[in-house]
Nanobody, 121 residues
């Protein structure tokens, strides 16, 4: 069983910063791409940023230059540094990871429970 544990959400004023962290725990052979998505009230879940095991990154246009995704392969973790936050960044943020496990040797995408980020004055 693989679980993704997120932390770091909260309330921040516009222009402020937050760092989200996500750790993959459980039994697995390997972890491939990891990423962050978000879902605002009444909207579909959307991609924020992804990072491959080889550290190639991809960002949504709306966060380029403000957010930075990074990963720690030794600790099976992915982080999202968010700067210059705007009210429109308010959403539940979810991390995901592609993992190969003893139960499912082919890669499966796993999701965290989500962490709330609220940007408001």
């Amino acid at each position: 069983q693989v679980h993704l544990v997120e932390s770091g959400g909260g309330l921040v004023q516009p222009g402020g910063s937050l760092t989200l962290s996500c750790e993959v725990i459980g039994r697995f052979f390997s972890i491939g791409a990891m990423g962050w998505y978000r879902q605002a009230p009444g909207k579909q879940r959307e991609l924020v940023a992804t990072i491959t095991r080889g550290y190639i990154t991809n960002y949504a246009d709306s966060v380029k230059g403000r957010f930075t995704i990074s990963r720690d392969n030794a600790n099976n973790a992915v982080n999202l540094q968010m700067n210059s936050l705007k009210p429109e960044d308010t959403a539940v943020y979810y991390c995901n990871a592609d993992a190969s496990t003893p139960q499912y040797p082919s890669t499966v995408t796993y999701w965290g429970q989500g962490t709330q980020v609220t940007v408001s004055s």
